[in-house]
């Protein structure tokens, strides 16, 4: 009884780290973007091309969306 207590409550902890991480890319991803958008205000187009801080923006965002694609389908698919 103790270890399928034990294995239902590790299952709930994962549900609940696997959702908060949903919200915690999420909002990283929309940091990101909203970054990038303030960069093109200021920044001609020589600058955005060449700034390692905006191709890192540009990455970081695009793993954030493979990063959420992931989890939501673990999500879904776990029936979470």
């Not at 299952?11 to 991803?29: C, F, P």
């Not at 303030?38 to 493979?66: K, T, W």
């Amino acid at each position: 009884m103790t270890n399928q207590n034990s294995a239902e409550r590790a299952e709930k902890q994962y549900r609940l780290k696997v959702a908060s991480l949903l919200g915690s890319v999420t909002h990283a991803q929309v940091l990101a973007d909203q970054a990038l958008e303030q960069a093109g205000f200021f920044m001609d187009d020589h600058e955005l091309e060449e700034s390692d801080v905006i191709r890192a923006l540009e990455n970081f965002s695009c793993v954030c969306d493979e990063t959420l694609e992931v989890l939501f389908n673990e999500y879904k698919n776990k029936g979470l």
